[in-house]
């Protein structure tokens, strides 16, 4: 019998379609999810939610302003779009962490849990009874995830200033080399746009969301060894800026500070964004042969001498890469954005220099990537249909795993859906109970 190609197995076994069949890594994990005002919290919760933790995102009665966020003020069936995307999988209920019978019910909650998320300033919980040192009494198993703006010692760690996305991505020093070039002898009067740019999409939340995910899974596998909980710490400002990954170190090491480069960089050419006839693509090259090889798809072998380069560090300096780019860009305007990618498809089957080519990237609209083969294959943008909010489109099946794969069961929950079933589950409160607790402010 024909052992099949490795594509078809893989296939077959990550196919997200068949997820629901699958067991889930996490399914006996308990997460509550305390996140106030912050993405990072909710995108940490959503990464365990997909692997099957139990995640009851617990919020104040009148819902957390995160629901809020907003393209234009546009609600999905009285939704801010941003919370549609950071909801899934969880269970939603509501408790007032002000009042001190919503501490009690929130105590009884944590002996059952695995893990808690907090976003509030340091010391807040502490300061309602309810901080690490107060609840690891009740639960010494319990992992306290904490994510703040500045951690939760240091000298900005007081700050009442929020932890917003922008304040991580501009005190990270990441984005202060993010943006256009200003130029020689011109000042922001001139040259407005000359700025450091932010990033379009909530990364530096993103990222912090992300570290404090992977803390989470490392120290529940400690635990699992030890039987010990403990409590985490990521400042989100800190999280992003380990993306900045050899700036720091050439600061270091030489005094020299990355500054903006617009779409070059300092450390790689072929790197940039380049303009094309319909739009732009990334074009990448970042061995010799490679530069070259471009040179050559482009006809300019001769003209540029490109057999007589030697170096590709010569190219890298910040005068060389402000000659090459208007010349590099005046011949990828000459063609599309498909053109270019075939280009270089061919040029490494039959090229001079052949296998080695440039890469060639198109820069995709949201439009774009949303129809691309490829990721409609392997299902990152299947509909989900959820029964409240109807067949919605969100990002899923990100991680492909043959035995737990993950999956997105719904989209998202109204504040409060979930208060009878949980409410009910965890503390035994039946429908009288809970509207004393509601009219009381409880929940």
């Known amino acids: 019998m024909e052992e099949p190609v490795w594509a078809d ?137 904490s994510i703040t703006a500045y951690g939760q010692f240091g000298p900005m760690s007081p700050s009442r200033m929020p932890d917003y996305d922008n304040i991580v991505q501009a005190r990270s020093a990441t984005q202060y080399a993010t943006g256009e070039i200003m130029p020689e002898g011109k000042g922001y009067d001139e040259c407005p746009w000359a700025i450091p740019t932010k990033a379009g999409p909530w990364i530096g939340w993103i990222q912090a969301g992300t570290f404090m995910a992977v803390g989470v899974l490392a120290a529940l596998h400690w635990r699992g060894m030890s039987g010990e909980g403990q409590a985490l710490d990521v400042a989100s400002a800190e999280a992003y800026a380990s993306t900045d990954d050899w700036a720091a170190v050439w600061y270091q090491g030489s005094g020299v500070i990355n500054e903006r480069f617009g779409s070059l960089d300092t450390a790689g050419w072929l790197y940039c964004f380049a303009p094309t006839r319909d739009g732009a693509v990334f074009l990448g090259g970042l061995r010799l042969q490679m530069w070259q090889a471009f040179a050559d798809m482009v006809g300019k072998w001769d003209e540029w001498g490109a057999a007589g380069w030697k170096d590709l560090s010569v190219f890298m300096e910040e005068a060389m890469q402000r000659k090459w780019a208007p010349l590099v860009f005046a011949e990828t305007s000459k063609y599309t954005n498909e053109e270019l990618v075939r280009m270089s498809v061919e040029y490494g089957k039959t090229g001079r220099l052949a296998p080695i080519t440039p890469v060639v990237a198109p820069v995709c609209s949201p439009e774009e990537a949303m129809h691309d083969a490829n990721w409609l294959d392997r299902g990152i943008f299947t509909p989900v249909k959820d029964p409240v909010y109807g067949e919605l489109v969100v990002a899923q099946a990100q991680h492909k795993m043959t035995e737990t794969p993950i999956r997105t069961k719904w989209v998202s929950r109204p504040v409060g859906y979930d208060n009878e079933h949980v409410y009910l589950k965890y503390m035994g409160f039946g429908p009288r109970r809970l509207a004393g607790l509601k009219e009381a402010g409880v929940i």
Request: hydrophobic share 35%; with cysteine.
């Open 9 to 145: 197995w893989v296939r077959e076994r990550d196919d997200p379609r068949i997820a629901p069949a699958r067991p889930e890594a996490l399914n006996d994990v308990t997460v509550l999810d305390l996140s106030s005002k912050s993405f990072a919290g909710c995108y940490c919760s959503s990464m365990l939610a997909e692997f099957g933790a139990q995640v009851l995102r617990v919020e104040p009665p009148e819902g957390d302003f995160i629901r809020t966020c907003t393209p234009y003020g546009i609600l999905h069936k009285g939704e801010g779009l941003n919370y549609l995307t950071e909801g899934r999988n969880k269970l939603h209920i509501t408790l007032n962490l002000g009042k001190p019978e919503g501490r009690e019910i929130l105590k009884r909650l944590v002996s059952q849990a695995d893990v808690l998320i907090e976003t509030y300033r340091p010391g807040v919980m502490d300061d309602w009874g309810i901080g690490y040192e107060q609840l690891k009494e009740i639960n010494p198993g319990l992992i306290f995830a």
